[in-house]
């Protein structure tokens, strides 16, 4: 059942109509049941392996309680001494963890990247001759498994750590595990913020509901007239690298981020405003990243449910860790206070990234793309001083108006780069249309003709551009502070109304009637 379709919609309709209808207490029930249905009404076979990972996740978190449980009741019983009891049961329940993430990232892993590491091997192994060959396995990639794992992952590691309650039903904490909004895009929810909301009853409110109508419009129009379109164009110059310029391939990456960006935050609203209509409010994911004026704040404003992740559960661990505090000390010995300070951090932030391209998929271009991020912020960091000198000095500051605007395109430009790397299909196909960008640019190459030769007529560019446009300024006036629900809101009902009609009257003639549109898998949708 794709989320874009009628079908969905008619499902959404169904599945709130019985939420609200059956008795507060009960309507969790509902949500678990229209869960179900729809994980498995894309594959009953995938739905095999979310049960396994939310059975024996289920049961890792109540071990894990049981531990608590055990170390209270015998510092109580005071038998013993108190530091030996609290550390034998940390190690505990670190074996415990240690163990379940394992199996929880090894189901990734085995689901996402064997197949690709087999290929690896035989392309290592060819040169000297082996005369066998690994052959790769017919694996199904589960709909979500990343979404689920990680949220999972967080869940175990919050009730470790003492900051959440193991939940002891366990079909309550099916419905978290695999709340049917988040499997597509995400986001990646923590369990004390969306748990609660899925099994309280949410009461009817009608403002809710128009807010989540309003973010599922948004959601579609973006992805049908931006995403979709820019798809094909983007394809086009990728798989055909070599007969374009530099230019046009520079061209294509920042096309690309566009698509990548409109396909993912309107997903990502789609389903943030179909979890609304059930009274349920999930993660925001986007902040207006094209916006950043650094790597670093892109990343904190782009997939921010899996940055926060990463942040709570790698970086500060990773960071605060002992090996990473004794390279601290021997580099403060050696090189300075600042050498030692600048270790963890920068280390843990390339670690960091480099997960993060491993998320995104197998292949070195994707560890390029990682790497090439977490550089960037390490050097960030580690220069930072020198920046704020050299801006001192110029007289640079946060309030200086074509310095935020230089500073945001310069993020732009390194985004932009960094997208050959995550969009190629290797990291020599990356390497070489750098290459071509930066030896073979052509600024005269970028005419009429070129943008045709990308399979889309003057009306497609029409189009996109004015869809380019709208998004960019909504996105604008939000970035400026200016409150535009609000400010719809206090609109009367008449102008209300006819804005929303003139949206959905887009959607049917473009969309949901339209033969010639073909809704374009997300781009994250099986990741």
Request: charged letters at 15%.
């Amino acid at each position: 059942m794709s989320i874009n379709s009628a079908g969905f919609l008619l499902f959404l309709v169904l599945a709130a109509s019985v939420y609200y209808l059956l008795p507060k207490e009960r309507r969790w029930l509902a949500l678990l049941a229209a869960s179900v249905f729809f994980y498995l009404s894309y594959s009953p076979p995938a739905a095999v392996y979310l049960l396994f990972t939310v059975l024996f996740t289920y049961a890792a978190g109540r071990g894990l309680g049981a531990l608590h449980r055990r170390e209270r009741a015998e510092l109580s019983a005071g038998t013993g001494d108190r530091s030996a009891v609290k550390k034998r049961g940390k190690r505990r329940r670190r074996l415990l963890l240690g163990g379940a993430l394992t199996l929880n990232f090894a189901t990734l892993a085995l689901f996402k990247y064997l197949n690709a590491w087999l290929g690896t091997a035989n392309r290592l192994l060819g040169p000297f001759g082996a005369s066998r060959q690994f052959r790769p396995l017919e694996l199904l990639l589960p709909l979500g498994i990343s979404f689920y794992i990680f949220q999972t992952s967080g869940y175990l590691i919050d009730v470790y750590r003492g900051r959440a309650k193991p939940e002891r039903n366990f079909l309550r904490y099916a419905l978290f595990a695999c709340w049917f909004p988040q499997m597509i895009q995400g986001p990646i929810n923590r369990y004390d913020k969306l748990h609660p909301q899925l099994i309280q009853g949410n009461r009817f409110d009608p403002e809710k509901i128009k807010r989540g109508v309003q973010l599922m419009i948004w959601g579609v129009l973006k992805k049908a007239f931006l995403a979709d379109p820019l798809a094909g164009a983007v394809s086009e110059i990728f798989d055909n690298f070599s007969q374009y310029s530099g230019a046009t391939l520079l061209l294509g990456s920042a096309l690309y981020c566009v698509q990548l960006y409109a396909d993912f935050s309107g997903g990502t609203d789609l389903v943030r405003g179909a979890s609304g209509l059930f009274g349920v409010e999930m993660a925001d994911n986007f902040n207006r990243p094209y916006f950043a004026r650094s790597i670093d704040e892109f990343w904190r404003r782009w997939h921010m449910s899996l940055g926060e992740w990463m942040k709570d559960y790698l970086f500060y661990p990773l960071a605060l860790s002992g090996p990473m505090n004794r390279l601290g000390k021997r580099l403060r010995s050696r090189f300075g206070p600042q050498a030692g300070k600048l270790a963890a951090p920068c280390l843990s932030t390339v670690v960091v990234f480099l997960m993060v391209g491993l998320w995104q998929g197998p292949g070195f271009s994707n560890l390029a793309y990682g790497l090439w991020n977490g550089t960037l912020m390490s050097l960030a960091m580690i220069f930072a001083p020198v920046f704020t000198r050299v801006n001192q000095t110029l007289g640079l500051d946060g309030k200086n108006l074509p310095f935020r605007v230089f500073q945001s395109l310069r993020t732009c430009f390194l985004v932009v780069i960094g997208r050959y790397f995550s969009r190629a299909s290797s990291l020599m196909q990356a390497l070489r249309m750098l290459k071509r960008t930066a030896f073979r640019f052509g600024w005269t190459s970028l005419g009429a003709e070129t943008f045709l030769s990308f399979g889309l007529t003057g009306l497609d560019w029409l189009r996109i551009g004015a869809a380019a446009v709208t998004l960019l300024v909504v996105e604008l006036l939000l970035e400026k502070g200016v409150p535009l629900r609000e400010r719809l809101d206090g609109k009367s009902w008449r102008a209300q109304f006819a804005l929303l009609f003139g949206a959905v009257l887009l959607l049917v003639f473009f969309v949901y009637l339209n033969t010639d549109y073909t809704a374009i898998m997300y781009v994250y949708e099986n990741v």
